[in-house]
């Protein structure tokens, strides 16, 4: 299809075009990340299923999306978006907090907020993973934006003497590597632990990149 459908305009039951087309638009994300990040997943759902699990009709889909990869791309973004806000606002709330405190803080905030909803992991983890060229660019764009929001925060603590003064881009790269591994592990049921324990190891390998052994400042006295 070329492209979308023109939707109606006008006032509605009263509601305007745009809130009508955002409240539809809802209904199909809501739609696909019960479908995608449940059952049958991104692969066995249709147009026609995605719709008639919104409750809307497949001619309204294509006055939202051209296709069920669009209702992927948004999802995903959607997801790290609640992440990300759920670690911004820890950073500000443990600014103040030693660094071993602080980085527990926000690691457990960013794993509390995606594993909150098993179905967030699966869209983050598993249904964007290989489906195009196009969602592989936003799936690494993506995972470029945390290594770059690691290494900063990373940098900073070495400036105020709490970290390795060193290049954190490879430990940062590798370190969301684990997470995913690890996370993605976790959810499927491969990893017999409980949350607090995946944090913890987590937590623990984030410490070893910013104080590696032999690092850590020889306490006198």
Do not use: C
Not at 99 to 105: G, I, N, Y
Not at 160 to 178: C, H, K, M, N, Q
């Amino acid at each position: 299809m070329a492209g979308r459908l023109k939707g109606p305009t006008g006032r509605y039951g009263g509601k305007s075009a745009a809130e009508r087309q955002a409240e539809r638009r809802r209904r199909f994300l809501d739609a696909g990340l019960e479908l995608f990040g449940g059952s049958p997943g991104y692969r066995g759902t249709t147009v026609a299923a995605l719709s008639e699990a919104a409750g809307l009709s497949t001619r309204q889909f294509y006055e939202e999306f051209r296709t069920l990869e669009d209702v992927l791309a948004e999802l995903h973004l959607q997801v790290n978006s609640w992440a990300e806000d759920a670690v911004r606002a820890a950073f500000a709330t443990a600014d103040a907090l030693p660094l071993v405190e602080r980085v527990t803080a926000i690691f457990r905030a960013y794993a509390r907020n995606v594993t909150a909803d098993p179905r967030r992991i699966r869209i983050t983890f598993v249904e964007i993973v290989g489906v195009s060229h196009r969602l592989e660019a936003q799936r690494l764009a993506r995972r470029a934006r945390w290594i770059d929001l690691i290494v900063s925060e990373a940098t900073a603590a070495a400036v105020r003497g709490e970290a390795v003064d060193r290049d954190y881009r490879l430990p940062a790269t590798a370190f969301i590597g684990s997470v995913n591994g690890l996370l993605h592990d976790w959810s499927a049921g491969w990893v017999e632990a409980g949350l607090d324990e995946v944090v913890d190891e987590l937590v623990r390998q984030l410490l070893g990149i910013l104080r590696p052994v032999g690092e850590w400042p020889v306490r006198e006295g």
